[in-house]
């Protein structure tokens, strides 16, 4: 065989191409007829029986900044050692930080020490430490979408995106199918049954980009066939999640009629920025020449991410979504995208998400789940959590003609959730649509998730990871 094959055909045969819109047809409509089974069987069950815990409202007190200060050093410290520590043992940096946010709150912190955790962690802070962690993931959502390659998208695009979809199809399906045996007990009391399931759908589905990337990259496997894919399908899952979160925010935050204006004004703000603002960023933007862009172009780019960041808070999905997007349509090899990631990226991971690791931590109480029960529950969305995610990638990637070791090791990589899980489930726990006990449960499975990414992609391919995507001889 050649050996310089791509990672698969990206321009499939005239005889194949009606099976794959067809095939896709049956998914995506398959997967629609399954929610309303689900929605049907679910809006007959009885309201939750226990009430949604919400944390009592603290006013500002004089030295509120100096706690903050502290609070955010506690964090950056934790952050940094348990980061060094997880890369000793071939982790990424970023989980050692999201442990560090769990173990600065009452999960761990607060058992050991209570007045420590007050210290460091006081409640007085939190709405403070929210603002900034908002602000921070607004800013990190950016940059996601400045790193998009949308040409990688668009040189795969036939199969990446089959893949892609069926790896969020899968667990979206087992996620609402498993909000039926959630609702009555881990859901907020009044919280209807169709938001919890197309939210329990989207947290089961989503793919960390980024940390996938950093484990790519740490494994210098960006440039094989395999990390080709693995990026392409992740970059596809990303878009399509967010636009989904979108969706299922608008749906959440409205009545039906409201929600139909949400998502009516959600799918016309995204045609203007591909329409009318990509066009015009391409052109004034897209520039690559190597020098640094003029500060007056910088800071328009600034304004363009708050309005369009403002622009998505008011249709109600959600501000990170129009950082995302902006970023995503601005031209990625461009001198202002380069500039910006150059300037931003030290200040927003090292200061500004370790504050969202700590707001985190401070909502994340492990001790919530209780019991063998409770623990078996939150196994269970491990379980179905990862079958979802491997076997609906492992399916597809086999149809499209990846052999079985190179289908299971993409597999594994898209079941990497990490930061962008915690973003999601936070959105969630704002809302109203998960308790505080599912949300811890659901923090451990993107923990356990993305822990397992590296050990058990090692295992698989047993530290070779330049894979050849020829289908294994019969």
């Known amino acids: 065989m050649n050996s310089n094959a791509t990672a698969f055909d990206s321009s499939p045969s005239h005889g194949s191409t009606w099976k794959l819109v067809l095939g896709y047809a049956l998914m995506i409509g398959g997967t629609f007829g399954l929610f309303l089974i689900v929605r049907h069987f679910g809006e007959a069950l009885a309201p939750p029986e226990t009430a949604a815990v919400t944390g009592k409202a603290v006013g500002a007190k004089p030295h509120a900044i100096v706690h903050v200060l502290i609070a955010l050093a506690a964090i950056i410290v934790a952050g940094n050692a348990l980061g060094w520590l997880f890369r000793y043992f071939g982790q990424p940096q970023v989980i050692g930080e999201m442990v560090a946010g769990i173990m600065l709150g009452p999960s761990l912190l607060g058992r050991i020490s209570p007045d420590a955790m007050q210290f460091v962690l006081p409640a007085e802070v939190g709405p403070y430490l929210g603002i900034i962690a908002q602000l921070g993931v607004i800013l990190y959502m950016f940059l996601v979408g400045l790193e998009l390659n949308s040409g990688l998208l668009r040189s ?36 209807p049954f169709t938001s919890f399931a197309l939210f329990m759908g989207i947290a089961m589905s989503i793919t960390a980009f980024p940390v996938l990337a950093r484990i790519l990259t740490d494994r210098k496997m960006e440039k094989t066939d395999l990390g080709v894919v693995a990026l392409s399908c992740a970059a596809t899952d990303d878009v399509t999640a967010w636009c989904l979160l979108a969706f299922v925010v608008g749906i959440a935050q409205s009545a039906v009629g409201g929600a139909v204006q949400t998502v009516a004004m959600a799918l016309g ?53 129009g950082a995302f997007l902006l970023g995503a349509i601005i031209p990625h090899e461009s001198d202002v995208a380069r500039d910006l990631q150059h300037k931003m990226e030290d200040m927003v991971k090292i200061l500004l998400l370790p504050a969202f690791f700590a707001f985190t931590g401070m909502r994340t109480e492990i ?15 491990i379980l179905i959590a990862t079958l979802g995610k491997f076997g609906g990638t492992l399916a597809a990637a086999k149809l499209t003609g990846l052999n079985w070791k190179m289908a299971s090791a993409l597999g594994i990589l898209m079941n990497t959730r990490g930061l962008m899980e915690l973003v999601v489930l936070n959105i969630g726990l704002e809302m109203g649509v998960i308790s505080p006990t599912l949300f811890a449960m659901m923090v451990i499975m993107a923990l356990v998730t993305t822990i397992a990414t590296t050990p058990i992609l090692h295992l698989i391919t047993g530290g070779n990871y330049d894979m050849k995507p020829q289908p294994a001889a019969a």
């Not at 089959?162 to 009044?190: E, K, Q």
């Not at 172009?297 to 249709?315: H, P, R, Y």
């Not at 789940?369 to 269970?380: K, S, T």
Request: hydrophobic share 60%; with cysteine.
């Open 156 to 191: 795969h695009a036939h199969s990446t995106v089959a893949i892609s979809h069926a790896s969020i199809v899968a667990p979206f399906c087992l996620g609402s199918i498993l909000a039926l045996f959630l609702f009555r007990s881990l859901a907020p009391a009044n919280v």
């Open 269 to 321: 703000y995204i045609a203007v920025m591909f329409i009318v603002v990509r066009p015009l960023a391409t052109r004034f933007l897209g520039q690559s020449t190597g020098q640094a862009p003029k500060q007056g172009l910088t800071v328009c780019v600034l304004i363009a991410l708050l309005m369009s960041a403002i622009a998505a808070e008011w249709i109600g999905i959600h501000a990170i979504f």
């Open 367 to 381: 001790g919530l789940v209780q019991g063998w029960n409770d623990w078996l529950v939150c196994g269970g969305i």
